[in-house]
C-alpha cells in the first residue's frame, strides 16, 4: 500500500491532498485536519458528527473492538445504505458486502486503527457481479472513501469515522486504489 507522504501531494494547514477528488471527500479532509491536534490523532471527544451534518448521508462511523480486531457499524449514513442495498448498523464491517475488492477495503479500516493513519481509497467498479453492490449501474459506480481514525483519551484508536462519495462513471476497467495518509508530517 502506497503512503501519500512518499508521493508529495499531500498539503496540511486547511488545504486538500490533489488526489481526493470528491466534493465530500475533500470537506471531511478539511474538518478532520483542522481538529487534528499536534500528535496527529483526532480524539473521539472532538469529533462531532453534527458539526458536519451535511456529510452525515455519507457517512460511516464505526466502533473498534480491540478484543476481537473487528469493526462494528455504529452509525451509517442514508446515501451509503441506498447504495448498498441494506442497513447495516449495528453490524460488524466484516459482514457487509462491501463490493469488490473486499480484502483491500478491510485492510483499509484495519490500517486505520493499526498506523493511526487515516486511509484514502478509490474503487472503480465497470459492470455488475456478484460481489458488486446494488445501485451499480451499466456504466459502473466509482466510490471514493477517506477513512479517519480518532482516539480515546488513552491515545488507543477507539473509533473509525468515514465518509464515502459515489458517482456513476463510465470506466474501462474495475480498479483499487488505497494511500495512507501519515499525519502531522507534512
Known sequence: ?????????????????????????????????????????????????????????????????????RNKLRFVGTRVVEVFGEETTGRYLDEVNIGPYRSQQLAAFNMAVASGWPQWTKVSVCRRSENSVSALQPTGLVYERLVVPLAGEGGAIKQLAAVVAFSEEFCEQSAFEHLDLPPGRY
Open 1 to 69: 500500500m502506497a503512503t501519500a507522504l512518499e508521493t508529495g501531494v499531500v498539503l496540511g494547514n486547511g488545504l486538500v491532498p490533489i488526489f481526493m477528488q470528491a466534493p465530500q471527500v475533500r470537506a471531511f479532509w478539511q474538518h478532520v485536519d483542522a481538529l487534528m491536534p499536534v500528535s496527529g490523532i483526532v480524539l473521539v471527544r472532538d469529533f462531532d458528527l453534527m458539526d458536519i451534518h451535511r456529510l452525515a448521508p455519507e457517512m460511516i462511523v464505526c466502533d473498534v473492538d480491540a478484543i476481537s480486531c
